[in-house]
C-alpha cells in the first residue's frame, strides 16, 4: 500500500499548495448563493401563436385562459388579455399555469404576467387558482408579487393570460 499513500500525499499536497482557505470558502459562498437563486430564474416566455378558436369574453373571470389566474384582469384595466395598460410594464418573471380551451378541446400552457408600475387597478377581480403550487414552487405559484422582478416599481396593476404552446401530454 506504499503506492496508494504516497498517491494521496502528494496529491493532497499539490493541492494544499494551490488553493487557500478563503478561496474554498468563496468557492461555497458563489456555490450557495447560485443555488439559492436558481428558482428565482425567469419561465421561459416564447409567445405561440393566437388560436383561431378562442371562445369567451377577456373581461370576464370566467374565460377560459383564466383557469390559474389570481389578480384584476388587464382587459378590464385599460389592456388586453395579452398586452399590460398603458403606463404600465410587464414584469420579466411569470407563473405558468395550463388551461383547456372548450373551443378546441385542447390544454394550453399559458404564462400568466404581472404588469407592474403604477396604481392597483382595483377592477374585475379573479382568482380562480386552479393548479396553483405552494410557494416553494414559484414558477406555478400565483400568489407572488411578480413585479418584484420588475424594472419599474414594483405597484402590481393586474394580469395577462398569454399562450406559451399547446399542452401535448394533457
Request: proline share 6%; charged share 15%; aromatic share 10%.
Amino acid at each position: 500500500m506504499n503506492w496508494f499513500d504516497n498517491f494521496f500525499e502528494k496529491t493532497s499536497r499539490t493541492t494544499a499548495r494551490l488553493t487557500s482557505r478563503r478561496g474554498f470558502v468563496a468557492g461555497v459562498g458563489v456555490v450557495l448563493a447560485g443555488a439559492g437563486a436558481f428558482p428565482l430564474l425567469p419561465v421561459s416566455r416564447v409567445r405561440g401563436e393566437e388560436i383561431a378558436n378562442d371562445p369567451g369574453d377577456p373581461t370576464n373571470c370566467d374565460y377560459w385562459r383564466y383557469c390559474a389566474i389570481d389578480g384584476y384582469l388587464c382587459s378590464c384595466c385599460g389592456g388586453t388579455h395579452t398586452a399590460c395598460p398603458p403606463g404600465t410594464v410587464m414584469s420579466p418573471i411569470t407563473w405558468v399555469g395550463t388551461c383547456l380551451n372548450p373551443g378546441d378541446g385542447k390544454h394550453y400552457i399559458l404564462s400568466y404576467n404581472d404588469c407592474c408600475g403604477k396604481s392597483g387597478c382595483g377592477r374585475c377581480l379573479c382568482t380562480r387558482n386552479e393548479g396553483d403550487k405552494p410557494m416553494y414552487l414559484p414558477q406555478a405559484a400565483n400568489n407572488i408579487n411578480w413585479c418584484a422582478g420588475s424594472s419599474a416599481d414594483i405597484i402590481y396593476n393586474c394580469s395577462t393570460a398569454i399562450i406559451v404552446g399547446v399542452d401535448d401530454d394533457a
